[in-house]
């Protein structure tokens, strides 16, 4: 059986006469920078998370961007982030001129270690920036309370987490922005590139909203260097057809996640000279599941690489079922950023970026799918521990 790790012809027949006349409103309607199409999307992602002004943009990278250049960050400035993520977090820091300082991470939930925060905050920090890895919030609480004390902004990178909350309040509006993304892998996706920029802070949002349109808000008259980081009146119209489903979908991945922990409970518990561990969920969180990433540790002591997360990952493979993983190599050890950028060693993200391993979990992979790649682990663990 074949068990790709992200499917989506399934989601795109059930709506693609949807899809289709969404595409012939756009191509009649003439409109295809901003618009009509836009401002619904804008109007309609806003009111699903609740909150103020919602900015369509042409990706989750350049929502980060946006962000920073609204914040005013630039060379001489610092920002704090997780090294485990994906490389657009610290990237969109540095191409804004200023510098990435990389935090540790939870090994637990994979995201930023709260502990890790304080220790490297210096005069020069202008930001922290969490991200809501996987689909589950960070320690938003502590991260506030830091930020605050110190007078330092918050941009949540919530690019895998549209829809999840901690302690009942949305990724992405708790900070002063939050930065969404609709790559075409994520719980929402685009046909094609596509971001989100929100904010409850009406200064930022109107200054964020020039800042989109090179810095203009009559044409051809610039009060501040901006660029062009617009959302295709296109690709919104084709969100706007899928956001109704969202909560669906994201009803099906967190059963998925759901089938996973129950039918692996089992892995975790064979005396195989490698242990599994299961993605976990802190109780303050609703997870939108974005990824299933478990943990292969592949103990030192006994020396067996043919029972590493590389291995299960090539057994599966031959079994017919993709596995991905997020990330092999953690930002601060990225040949961009090493030696360059503090700290030179984070154990941890070391640590995840060596054991984890993300499962087919999107809303389709069906229960013979998942059934498929329970039955393969269990069988790697078997033939490991005979
Ligand atoms: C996908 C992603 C981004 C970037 O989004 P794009 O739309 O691909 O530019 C940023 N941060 C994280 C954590 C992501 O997963």
Redesign the pocket.
Known sequence: MKVPLLDLKPQHQALAGELQDAFTRVLHSGHFILGPEVDGLEREVAAYIGVKHALGVS??????LLALMALDIGPGDEVLCPSF??F??AGSVARCGAKPVFVDECPLTFNIDVDDIEARITDRTKAIMP?H?FGQCAQMDPIMEIAQRRGIAVIE?A??ALGATTRGRQAGTLGSFG?F???P??NLGALG???LLVTNDDALALKARLLRNHGAEQKYFHSMVGGNFRIDALQAAFLRVKLPHLAEYTARRIENAAYYCRGLSAATEMPAPVQIVLPSCDPDNHHVW?QYTIRVIAGEEWQRPELSRDALRAWLLERGIATEIYYPLPLHLQECFAGKNEPKSLPQSENLARECLSLPIHPDVGRGGQDAVIEGILAFLRVGAA
Do not use: I, R, W, Y
């Open positions: 990706s989750g990278t350049d929502a980060l993520t994906f657009a977090t991200v890895l990178d690019a895998q930065a993304s609709f790559f892998s994520k590139d596509a971001g974005n």
